[in-house]
Nanobody, 128 residues
Framework: QVQLVESGGGLVQAGGSLRLSCAAS????????MGWFRQAPGKEREFVAA????????NYADSVKGRFTISRDNAKNTLSLQMNSLKPEDTAVYYC?????????????????????WGRGTQVTVSS
């Protein structure tokens, strides 16, 4: 059974940092793109960041560029999101996702439909 389990969420003041982790089990995603998405109350799930199979290509939403960094460790089957300079508008449930599609070595898609497996999410709350 494939599982993605997020951890590392919590409550932080504006300007602070958090590091999210996602542990994958049941299969390896070393050959596939992975990503982070978030969903705030009353809003649709949105793209945050994605990374290609070997970590050489990354893709970020404009709202987090320069503040968030996505990375992966294929040997450990884990995905991470380092979040710095957090803002109240970053408050959301953050989801880890893994794709089974392949569209070239640099594939790091921002669209939800590209991802097959999803975690249950971890809450991030940024206070002002």
């Amino acid at each position: 059974q494939v599982q993605l389990v997020e951890s590392g969420g919590g409550l932080v003041q504006a300007g602070g940092s958090l590091r999210l982790s996602c542990a994958a089990s049941g299969r390896s995603f070393a050959s596939h793109a992975m990503g982070w998405f978030r969903q705030a109350p009353g809003k649709e799930r949105e793209f945050v960041a994605a990374i290609n199979w070997n970590g050489g290509t990354t893709n970020y939403a404009d709202s987090v560029k320069g503040r968030f960094t996505i990375s992966r460790d294929n040997a450990k089957n884990t995905l991470s999101l380092q979040m710095n300079s957090l803002k109240p508008e970053d408050t959301a449930v953050y989801y880890c996702a893994a794709s089974l599609r392949y569209d070239g070595a640099y594939y790091s898609p921002p669209d939800l439909e590209a991802y097959t497996y999803w975690g249950r999410g971890t809450q991030v709350t940024v206070s002002s």
